[in-house]
């Protein structure tokens, strides 16, 4: 039962003061996409060509590539009914996710993975910057997969046109999203995302006829969210 947060409503706010209100053993799934960890101006060894430090300052500015604070695992962990959660991120952050999941809380977990086939078409003295990860952790939870949504890798282009129609520099592809929550969940269970952008899990959750829960706080985004689920 959620008392203080609404289902299928989101909430312009801190996801860290916000997931606060939401009841513990509520949640059947989590979908998120938190921002990740990119060092301002460095790709690792010092070498980073024009276009990707200006991606990266861009991504730190708009507040997508801060990491965040690992205590907000708890939370997750709380308002859970069981373990049950996609996060995505980058190289970096796989390690503290699985120890948090797996290390502490002794869940299954998958690597998947979404490959890009028009990355930023330079890497300096490093691998190409051309993937994304996706960490799926459970306990207790048994999937829906089947031979077409089984897959754990995804190589499509980065979706401009959604970018451009819905202003977001990192959205996700929502067939992608969607294939996660059919996998991972039933209709009318309840889909939590605290770090929506520009809603890709709220409106995939509404159109797959599961319950959902969102936050973002910048107020374009939630903003841009609100229409999209108007008008889905
Ligand atoms: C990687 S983007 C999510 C993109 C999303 N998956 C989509 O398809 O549009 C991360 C989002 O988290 C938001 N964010 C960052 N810190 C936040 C916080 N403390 N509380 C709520 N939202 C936050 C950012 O504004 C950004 O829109």
Same mark, same amino acid.
């Given at each position: 039962? %959620?008392?203080?947060?609404?289902?299928?409503?989101?909430?312009?706010?801190?996801?860290?003061?916000?997931?606060?209100?939401?009841?513990?053993?509520?949640?059947?799934?989590?979908?998120?996409?938190?921002?990740?960890? /990119?060092?301002?101006?460095?790709?690792?060894?010092?070498? /980073?060509?024009?276009?990707?430090?200006?991606?990266?300052?861009?991504?730190?500015?708009?507040?997508?590539?801060?990491? /965040?604070?690992?205590?907000?695992?708890?939370?997750?962990?709380?308002?859970?009914?069981?373990?049950?959660?996609?996060?995505?991120?980058?190289?970096?952050?796989?390690?503290?996710?699985?120890?948090?999941?797996?290390? %502490?809380?002794?869940?299954?977990?998958? %690597? !998947?993975?979404? @490959?890009?086939?028009?990355?930023?078409?330079?890497?300096?003295?490093?691998?190409?910057?051309?993937?994304?990860?996706?960490?799926?952790?459970?306990?207790?939870?048994?999937?829906?997969?089947?031979?077409?949504?089984?897959?754990?890798?995804?190589?499509?282009?980065?979706?401009?046109?959604?970018?451009?129609?819905?202003?977001?520099?990192?959205?996700?592809?929502?067939?992608? @999203?969607?294939?996660?929550?059919?996998?991972?969940?039933?209709?009318?269970?309840?889909?939590?995302?605290?770090? !929506?952008?520009?809603?890709?899990?709220?409106?995939?959750?509404?159109? !797959?006829?599961?319950?959902?829960?969102? %936050?973002?706080?910048?107020?374009?985004?939630?903003? /841009?969210?609100?229409?999209?689920?108007?008008?889905?």
């Amino acid at each position: 039962m %959620i008392k203080e947060v609404k289902l299928n409503s989101i909430i312009l706010g801190d996801a860290y003061e916000v997931i606060k209100k939401i009841d513990s053993k509520s949640i059947d799934l989590i979908v998120t996409d938190p921002p990740y960890l /990119i060092s301002k101006g460095s790709s690792g060894n010092g070498r /980073i060509s024009k276009q990707m430090l200006k991606l990266t300052n861009e991504l730190q500015d708009s507040d997508v590539a801060n990491g /965040i604070k690992l205590d907000i695992l708890d939370e997750f962990m709380r308002i859970m009914k069981k373990p049950n959660i996609y996060i995505w991120c980058n190289k970096k952050q796989i390690l503290p996710y699985l120890d948090y999941f797996v290390g %502490i809380h002794k869940c299954s977990f998958e %690597i !998947l993975t979404w @490959i890009k086939t028009n990355p930023i078409p330079t890497c300096g003295r490093n691998y190409m910057n051309d993937k994304e990860y996706c960490l799926y952790f459970r306990k207790g939870i048994s999937l829906h997969t089947t031979y077409q949504t089984g897959k754990t890798y995804w190589i499509t282009p980065t979706n401009v046109k959604d970018k451009k129609l819905y202003g977001h520099p990192t959205i996700k592809p929502i067939d992608i @999203i969607k294939t996660l929550i059919q996998n991972s969940s039933a209709p009318g269970d309840v889909v939590f995302d605290c770090f !929506l952008g520009s809603g890709t899990t709220a409106v995939a959750s509404k159109e !797959l006829e599961r319950n959902y829960i969102g %936050i973002e706080k910048n107020s374009d985004y939630y903003e /841009i969210t609100l229409q999209r689920l108007l008008s889905c």
